[in-house]
């Protein structure tokens, strides 16, 4: 089965909300299986102009990744970050 990776930017306009909605994303992340290959906002950007933090998370298969992301758990953790962070996030599955 293909793996499945959620990737995200992170542009934080409120760090007190980014370190809050970490605190309580990051342990979420593990309890479904998810694993954190990187995350920084250095990434080298070589074409568009889209800045903040990049993340990327591997799962089991894309299944679970969205199991994560629409979990009642992670929207919890999303209505905290949605106050002070732009995001955009997209699931794709592995090949």
């Known amino acids: 089965m293909a793996k499945g990776y959620l990737m995200a930017n992170l542009r934080v ?6 370190k809050e909605f970490s605190s309580v994303a990051l342990p979420l ?19 568009g102009s889209v800045s903040g933090i990049v993340t990327l998370i591997e799962f089991e298969s894309k299944e679970a990744a969205e199991k994560f992301y629409f979990s009642d758990e992670y929207q919890a953790a999303k209505s905290i970050r949605d106050k002070g962070v732009d995001t955009d996030l997209m699931i794709i599955e592995g090949m």
């Open 29 to 47: 992340i593990e309890s479904f299986g998810g694993k954190l290959l990187a995350r920084g906002p250095h990434a080298d950007r070589h074409e």
């Open 13 to 18: 306009n409120n760090q007190d909300i980014f």
